[in-house]
Every structure is written in structure tokens, then in C-alpha cells.
């Protein structure tokens, strides 16, 4: 989901004040873009080796600076594709920028900057980006996000634009994205629909995409439908994924997938999946419906993450079903 900004409320800051700690294995869950939400706080022995965010504020509570640590040090391998992500008010809009480990400007995915307009409202309604081309267009090919919220302010359609004012659709092929949240303010799906509220399929055939959450954040199940309701394949060639089996740290040692008949996927029924002790993936192997080693279409069986000190991604080694390394990429 777009990433929010905000205007952050009082009383969020001082409940994040009262934590015992600011470091976070998750800076912000919150899939209504109103007030971030972050999980698995972590004690000081934990954030030693966990991977985490590291959270500032300034003196009305306001969230100025998110930093990924890895190792107890500044990293460029976090969900925002920099060492820190900060923001800075004004009374119309929030912007947000990038620095590096040593703390200069730069660019995260070819964009310097994302400006959340507000308008003097509590919420954004509009987003819009500065780029390293000077075209304000991101790699995904728009350069405006609009939102419509509800009366509680959670955003209910997410619609992008081109520089011309032409619709461009999103990942899932939607013209416009709407949505709708359990009761811990998950989203429970994103789907495309007309102005009376009927479903349309999208440029990829499907009209919806389910979701299911914990109360964490965590992914448990996902599945795509098209209009009539029907289950029908995603993009990668399965219908529905489940998550299981979490450790303390709500990671998944075991992915399940279903084809739109709700039997287990041809050519892999399951993914299991482990972890460093610093909580990234350490590896991913596929397995058929009885359990024997099967291929990924993309030509492997298993795949090793092997990291740079910074906690980048290094090289990831693939493997065949009898073990035997196939290439590093």
C-alpha cells in the first residue's frame, strides 16, 4: 500500500512516549495512512542483533526521522530504500526525504522527495513527488496519488495520475483502488469498482484482492476474485496465499498456495522459509503437495540470501531439487 503521511495526534505521542523503547522491528502498520502505528518494539539486548527502526520526535510529538539499523548501525537496507527517512511539517503539506549512512540527501528508488498536501486538514488527500529526473514522474509511471477518506479519515480510493491528469492503474491493473478494514483498522481487501459500487475487472482479470492480517501487521492470507466472485489467478499463476506457522517476531516458516480451485498450485504447493538471527531471509525452498522438493518456475528449488556487512543484499545462490548450485545472481 501507498506509503502514508500524516499529521501525527497527541495522544499517539504520548503513548509511543511511555514504550521503553523507540526501536521498532516495524516503524508503521497502519494500512489507513491517518497515524503510524508501529510494532515488536524491541528491548535493548533484542535491537543488538534484530534488524529494526529506530524512531525521533520532535517537541509536539510530531515523527521527524525513522532510521533501519542493522548490527547496531545505520543501514541502507530497509523498507524505503535509505539509511533514514525524515519529515518535515509545514501548514500545508509533509514532506518526505532521504539521507544516507552519513547522513547526506539522496534518492530512494529514483525519488528525492514525496510531498503529502493536506492542505490544513489532518490528513493527506494528495501526494505528489520530486525526481531525480526533474520529471516528477516515479519509475511506476504517475506522478500524483489522490485519496478519498471516510468520516473516521481512513483512505478509502487511491487513485494515480500521469503529469497530463490520465489515469494510470495501479499494480493490480485498477483504475481506481478502493478499500474497506477490520476491526484493527486492516485492510480486508483492495478492489476496483464503478461509481455504483459494482466490481470490474481489472487489466490483469481479476476485481478484488482479499487480505487478512493479525493484529501485528503480519500477512495471514491474500486471494484474488474477479467480478463475479470467483476465485482467479494472480499475476504469479496462483488464486490465494496463506502465511503460517510465526515465530515471536511474526515471521512465516511455512507459505501455502492454492490454485482457483482451491486444491494445492501445480508446480509448488508450499515455500518454507527461514531467518538469520537478525530476523532477514535466510532462505526459501519449494515443495510439492505430498512434500518432495519441487521446482519454481523460474528455474530453482531453493535460494540461499547471503548479506553485505550494511545488511544489503549481497548475492542470492539458487539451487536445484538435488541440492546442486545452479548459478548466483
Known amino acids: 500500500m501507498t506509503r502514508l503521511l500524516f499529521l501525527l495526534c497527541a495522544l499517539w505521542s ?33 535491537s543488538k542483533s534484530i534488524d529494526h527502526y529506530v524512531l525521533s520526535h520532535d517537541a509536539r510529538g510530531r515523527l521527524t526521522r525513522v532510521t533501519f539499523m542493522h548490527s547496531g548501525k545505520p543501514s541502507p537496507a530497509g523498507d524505503y530504500g535509505a539509511a533514514t527517512l ?8 509533509t514532506v518526505e526525504a532521504y539521507l ?22 489532518a490528513f493527506w488527500h494528495r501526494l505528489s513527488f520530486e525526481t531525480t529526473d526533474g520529471t516528477g514522474v516515479t519509475p511506476s509511471g504517475y506522478s500524483e496519488v489522490r485519496v478519498e477518506r471516510d468520516n473516521e479519515g481512513r483512505v478509502i480510493t487511491e487513485t494515480r495520475f500521469s503529469r497530463d491528469g490520465e489515469i494510470v492503474p495501479e499494480h493490480n491493473g485498477f483504475a481506481v483502488a478502493s478499500f474497506a478494514y477490520d476491526a484493527n483498522d486492516m485492510a480486508l481487501y483492495r478492489q476496483y469498482e464503478n461509481a455504483e459500487g459494482k466490481l470490474l475487472n481489472g487489466s490483469l482479470g481479476y ?33 490465494r496465499i496463506e502465511w503460517r506457522d510465526f515465530n515471536s517476531f511474526g515471521k512465516p516458516a511455512r507459505v501455502y498456495y492454492f490454485d482457483a480451485q482451491a486444491r494445492p498450485y501445480a508446480p509448488y504447493a508450499y515455500s518454507s522459509r527461514s531467518y538469520t538471527e537478525a530476523m532477514q531471509r535466510d532462505g526459501v525452498a519449494y515443495y510439492g503437495a505430498e512434500g ?22 549481497a548475492e542470492r545462490k539458487l539451487f536445484d531439487a538435488s541440492e546442486t548450485l545452479i548459478t548466483n545472481r
Open 100 to 121: 544516507n549512512t552519513e547522513g547526506e540527501p539522496v534518492a530512494a528508488g529514483g525519488i528525492l522527495r514525496k510531498i503529502y498536501h493536506h492542505d490544513n486538514t
Open 14 to 46: 504520548t503513548e509511543l512516549y511511555a514504550q521503553d523503547t523507540h526501536a521498532y522491528l516495524k516503524w508503521n502498520i497502519d494500512h489507513t495512512q491517518r497515524i503510524p502505528r508501529p510494532a515488536y518494539p524491541l528491548t535493548p539486548q533484542q
Open 207 to 239: 476485481a478484488r484482492v482479499s487480505f487478512s492480517f493479525d493484529e501485528f501487521g503480519n500477512f495471514l492470507s491474500e486471494e484474488a476474485q474477479d467480478a463475479s466472485g470467483k476465485l482467479t489467478a494472480m499475476s504469479a499463476g496462483f488464486s
Open 292 to 313: 518432495q522438493p519441487a521446482m519454481h518456475p523460474a528455474g530453482f528449488h531453493r535460494i540461499e540470501y547471503h548479506y553485505k556487512e550494511n545488511g544489503s543484499l
Open 86 to 93: 525524515t519529515l518535515t511539517y509545514e501548514n500545508d503539506k
